[in-house]
């Protein structure tokens, strides 16, 4: 971090915000969850090399088989880990072998649910005119949008139409490379503060 001219090594930044103006917290995520429940076996860090005693991604795979292809070196599909029914999703970044790579930390003994992509676009447009509906009329938007959503809009050939969605509003802020909600990191989400005009 730079700060008063100097570098800090192991340190973070907090912004506080204080406003008049009227603001709500956007979290949108496109993501659907699929009936499909896997247990990691063996993993280390951001690694996973075993699902339900199998190799990972063959064990994916399979399991995937009749949603539709696996994809590699990414793939469509995502994990989430569920705290009191609420998702925290676990973004793949790659598939090397048999080991799966995740923008997360995951740990043996979790049960994931694995997750199909859904409509992005269409729900990055209903989550973003919600939030300027609540504070009647957006006049700035920060956002942090998690880079899964943007490799997922490449991969699909649609950046030029969430790069649309992102700019109906006055709209400032970067790829990250996931969020905090709460105490858990997720993946595959828009985590933003819409701002209101005032009256």
């Known amino acids: 971090v730079w700060a008063a001219g100097e570098a800090f090594s192991d340190a973070a930044v907090v912004v506080v ?8 917290v956007v979290q949108s995520t496109h993501v659907v969850p699929t009936e499909i429940k896997t247990v990691v076996t063996a993993a280390s860090g951001r690694s996973i090399s075993e699902l339900d005693g199998f190799p990972a991604a063959s064990r994916l795979a399979s399991l995937v088989a009749h949603l539709g292809p696996l994809g ?5 599909y995502s994990f989430a880990r569920y705290v009191d029914g609420i998702p925290y999703v676990r973004s ?5 072998g048999e080991c799966l790579q995740l923008a997360s930390a995951v740990e043996p003994g979790q049960v994931l649910r694995i997750m199909r992509p859904g409509d992005l676009i269409g729900q990055t447009v209903r989550d973003l005119a919600d939030a300027e509906a609540k504070v009647n009329g957006m006049s700035a938007f920060l956002a942090f949008s998690c880079i899964g959503r943007h490799w997922e809009a490449a991969a699909r050939g649609i950046e030029r139409e969430l790069g649309v969605a992102y700019a109906t509003y006055p709209t400032v802020g970067f790829q990250s490379f996931g969020e905090q909600s709460g105490m858990l990191l997720c993946n595959h989400t828009l985590t933003g503060l819409a701002i209101g005009g005032g009256t």
């Open 17 to 24: 915000i204080e406003s008049a103006l009227p603001f709500v």
């Open 92 to 96: 793949i970044t790659d598939i090397d």
């Open 72 to 76: 590699a070196p990414r793939t469509p």
